[in-house]
């Protein structure tokens, strides 16, 4: 089973909302990963979460909050977001190890709009 | 980490193999050469990686050049269902480089019936 399960598929919110993406994953992956996707633009890192903690941050603005409340779950916290935001939010997990080249596995995504 | 180069666009026949072409010509010794491909409003899809041999798994073949230069993703029978983007990726194993996928532009690829 390499299923990554995000919620919701699709988002609206308005710039003074408050919101959160989900992540679920069930295959004993201890890294977990946001990646951001705009129209027509591959895909683009925001955090790494290694063994619950965050290990990396790429420069993303503080209006995203990542949290990692258990090794099977990440969030994405919104708030006060733009319209340039608006995006496909892409979630993903691995295996740790180095020795063979671990695979990353994608979820579906959640897209969403700022208005 | 390595930079990719690949076509912006491919045409392939149904039925026919489809043959992706990646430019790597800066790969370090401890990268490896993995592919993804994005189906239209849809996650990533992984589809294959490599080191050094070239790999085959049920999706597709990877074919990398003896010096790692540059690879090749060949899918066997394409079928309409792989119209999607595709990605070459490298990628080095190393505990700074968690979830480093630094994709491209990638390929589009268009099956035609």
């Known amino acids: 089973d390499t299923e990554v399960t995000q919620t919701p598929k699709h988002l609206v919110m308005g710039m003074t909302n408050k919101k959160s993406l989900k992540c679920e994953q069930h295959?004993?992956?201890?890294?977990m990963y946001w990646y951001k996707q705009k129209a027509k633009k591959p895909p683009e890192l925001m955090f790494v979460y290694s063994y619950e903690k965050l290990s990396i941050n790429e420069s993303v603005p503080s209006r995203f909050s990542p949290e990692c409340p258990n090794s099977s779950l990440l969030n994405l916290h919104l708030h006060a977001l733009q319209p340039e935001d608006s995006a496909l939010y892409l979630c993903a997990s691995s295996q740790e190890g180095l020795s063979s080249g671990n695979t990353i596995y994608f979820g579906e995504g959640s897209w969403l709009t700022v208005v | 980490d390595a930079k990719t180069t690949q076509p912006p666009s491919m045409d392939c026949a149904e039925g026919r193999a489809a043959n992706l072409p990646c430019n790597h010509s800066t790969i370090s010794g401890n990268e490896y050469v993995y592919w993804y491909r994005q189906i239209h409003s849809q996650g990533p899809q992984y589809i294959i990686h490599g080191l050094k041999n070239n790999e085959t798994n049920e999706m597709a073949s990877l074919i990398i050049t003896e010096d790692r230069k540059s690879s090749t993703l060949i899918l066997p029978h394409a079928t309409l269902r792989d119209t999607a983007v595709y990605y070459c990726i490298v990628r080095p194993v190393t505990t700074d480089s968690w979830g480093k996928l630094q994709f491209g532009a990638g390929t589009q690829v268009v099956v035609t019936p």
């Open positions: 295959m004993g992956h201890r890294a």
